[in-house]
């Protein structure tokens, strides 16, 4: 069973930066996309940042050269590093997985896992 587990949210003024993490157990095959995926109540989810098994990353225009995606793939584990962080930024972030590493862009959901989400709140 796949479990994704989010850390790493809290609060910060505009400007600042925080680092989420997703520690992923019970995945076992070889190919994936993972990647991050935030949701303000009332509005669509918005792909934030992905990343597949080639090390292929796609970020959402709105927070490119402001975060960055990683992986440690000797913990299971991914991060989504976030400077210059600003009030739009709020939002619950979610960590989300599937199987195909194909179009593994933000603007593409078919996601099969999910984690239960972290909140980030920026204020001005």
């Known amino acids: 069973q796949v479990q994704l587990v989010e850390s790493g949210g809290g609060s910060v003024q505009a400007g600042g930066s925080l680092r989420l993490a997703c520690a992923a157990s019970?995945?076992?095959?070889?190919?994936?996309?993972v990647g991050w995926v935030r949701q303000v109540p009332g509005k669509e989810r918005e792909g934030v940042a992905t990343?597949?098994?080639?090390?292929?990353?796609n970020y959402a225009d709105s927070v490119k050269g402001r975060f960055t995606i990683s992986q440690d793939n000797a913990k299971m584990t991914l991060y989504l590093h976030m400077n210059s962080l600003k009030p739009e930024d709020t939002a619950m972030y979610y960590c989300?997985?599937?199987?195909?590493?194909?179009?593994?862009?933000?603007?593409?959901?078919?996601?099969?896992?999910w984690g239960q989400g972290t909140q980030v709140a920026v204020s001005s």
């Open positions: 989300a997985a599937r199987l195909s590493p194909d179009y593994c862009y933000t603007w593409i959901g078919g996601w099969n896992y």
């Open positions: 019970g995945y076992t095959h070889r190919t994936y996309c």
């Open positions: 990343i597949n098994s080639n090390g292929d990353k």
